[in-house]
């Protein structure tokens, strides 16, 4: 099926920046659409930005102006610039791969905004 990898997550500071990358591997023809998701201690999971296969994006509100996502399609990686983080940043990070009849998560990076 399909195999995705999470990196870059770690420790920084209130209006730091970090890049996360998604490595995915297996059937990505099957995948239509690329998301980062992320869930805070005793929050939902939700929707951070997402990225269909013809380029178009979208982002939570929360967000916006601050988180860009891309994708470099010859390495099968897609990214997340995080820019002006804040403490409500902090939060495991997921990629999910979304197919017609199969959702696809990776295992999560851990985002910490503290000073």
């Known amino acids: 099926q399909v195999q995705l990898v999470e990196s870059g997550g770690g420790l920084v500071q209130p209006g730091g920046s970090l890049r996360l990358s998604c490595a995915a591997s297996?059937?990505?023809?099957?995948?239509?659409?690329m998301g980062w998701y992320r869930q805070a201690p005793g929050k939902e999971r939700e929707l951070v930005a997402a990225i269909t296969r013809g380029g178009s994006t979208n982002y939570a509100d929360s967000v916006k102006g601050r988180f860009t996502i891309s994708r470099d399609s010859a390495k099968n990686t897609v990214y997340l610039q995080m820019n002006s983080l804040k403490p409500e940043d902090t939060a495991v990070y997921y990629c999910?791969?979304?197919?017609?009849?199969?959702?696809?998560w990776g295992k999560g990076t851990l985002v910490t905004v503290s000073s």
């Open positions: 999910r791969g979304m197919a017609y009849g199969m959702d696809y």
């Open positions: 297996g059937n990505i023809f099957s995948i239509n659409k």
